[in-house]
């Protein structure tokens, strides 16, 4: 039996959610290390029987992870203490952009030409249609009564895995009245907006209450999955 090997970024990427189509395996082994030394989780399934069951017992295996951490499930998972409600995106009055930031880009960052704060709520906007939200982009100077605020701001867990400063860092401050989404630049609101749209995806259309703040451990980074089969070819001789 040859393993298929999921390796993960621990500190960044703590929730993966493994499918498999083996319609003709039988008997199924799950290996799950984590590397401390190395901060890296190492999860290794060996294919003979029950392929769902392997994908069951790895999928709770890693939601319990996440879980215990208090974060909003997706990929990547978000630090998010939830307070125990749900906001539905349906019921959003608007997206408010800060009047002071709507025309800030990123210039710490590797795009020639970066999108301005605003530019990034109208594709928010356009996104969150196919979530059955058709919301208005304004600007304005504060949130509005159940409407999305976006806006710039400075928060001390702005940064990285080395406590460096991040542009892609983001808080994220849902109630049963709005959400508030402060990015550390244009960028790091971005980042929030697609951990919006995963929520809406998991929790039909609608985002759980709570706050949180998400940074990136590194600039550069990734996710490597690696899997190792082995495939039997039969010869067939024509004549």
């Given at each position: ?24 395996s039988h008997n199924t082994r799950v290996d799950i290390v984590y590397d401390k030394r ?202």
């Amino acid at each position: 039996m040859q393993p298929a090997i999921v390796t993960l970024e621990w500190s960044r990427v703590r929730y993966l959610r493994a499918t498999s189509h083996c319609p003709r395996s039988h008997n199924t082994r799950v290996d799950i290390v984590y590397d401390k030394r190395r901060g890296r989780l190492a999860v290794g399934i060996e294919k003979d029987k029950d392929a769902n069951m392997a994908n069951s017992i790895l999928a709770v295996f890693l939601l319990g992870f996440s879980f215990a951490a208090g974060d909003l499930l997706g990929i990547p998972t978000v630090p998010f203490d939830e307070s125990g409600d749900y906001f539905k995106l349906s019921s959003a009055s608007g997206i408010t952009v800060d009047t002071k930031h709507c025309e800030d880009t990123d210039t710490n960052g590797h795009t020639l030409i970066p999108p301005t704060l605003l530019e990034f709520a109208n594709t928010f906007a356009s996104d969150l249609e196919h979530t059955g939200c058709h919301s208005k982009v304004d600007t304005g100077d504060e949130a509005v009564h159940g409407d999305i605020f976006v806006t710039i701001g400075n928060n001390s867990e702005f940064v990285d895995a080395a406590g460096r400063w991040t542009s892609e860092a983001y808080s994220l401050n849902v109630s049963s009245e709005g959400i508030t989404i402060t990015g550390a630049s244009p960028l790091g609101a971005w980042w929030a907006t697609r951990s919006i749209l995963q929520q809406a995806a998991l929790n039909n259309g609608s985002v759980p209450t709570g706050y949180g703040v998400d940074a990136p451990g590194w600039g550069t980074r990734g996710i490597m999955v690696r899997l190792i089969s082995t495939m039997k070819f039969r010869r067939h001789d024509h004549y």
